[in-house]
């Protein structure tokens, strides 16, 4: 799980700073969620071409969820393949994520995704197994939109600000 303690880190530093703290990553992560901020999802294509999109992620019960429609190409890049990458550049850290995204079909779950948009502008509310909303992004399509949970293997930190470093972080 991504808000646990790593289980390998490495320093990937060439300049002698010492690893940065999963601690210094996991702060930034879970207080930088909302519309300033960029987060690009990676996915592959069935045919194995990759595939890149911006997407308004948040942190939520200790992982990152988005949305997708049911047709948009992330959906089903997902359905057919569930690994898939984040980048995403917080206050004083880019990070570059590894894992698997699946979607969430708990009703509880994807409620409680739908409010932390709204405490962040976006007015979404749950209905069902989905989210929808007055609008969303130019591109989602119409709602309703599905929730995605990513479960974190592997992550990479370069900072961006003092202290200076380069760090991987491996979960178990």
Known sequence: MSDQTPADVTNLDRYGHAPLPWERALAQLTASTGPEISWFLGTVRPDGR????????????????????????????????????????????????????????DAAEVAGVAARYAELGWPASAEGDAITAPYSAPSAGPAPWYVYRFSMRVAFGVATAEPHGATRWRFA
């Not at 948040?58 to 890049?77: C, E």
């Open 50 to 105: 990759p595939h890149a999109t911006g997407v308004g992620a948040i942190w939520y019960g200790g992982a990152v969820h988005f949305t997708s429609g049911p047709h948009a190409r992330k959906t089903h890049n997902l359905e057919a393949n569930p690994n898939c990458t984040f980048s995403v550049r917080l206050e004083g850290i880019d990070l570059n994520l590894e894992g698997t995204a699946h979607r969430v079909t």
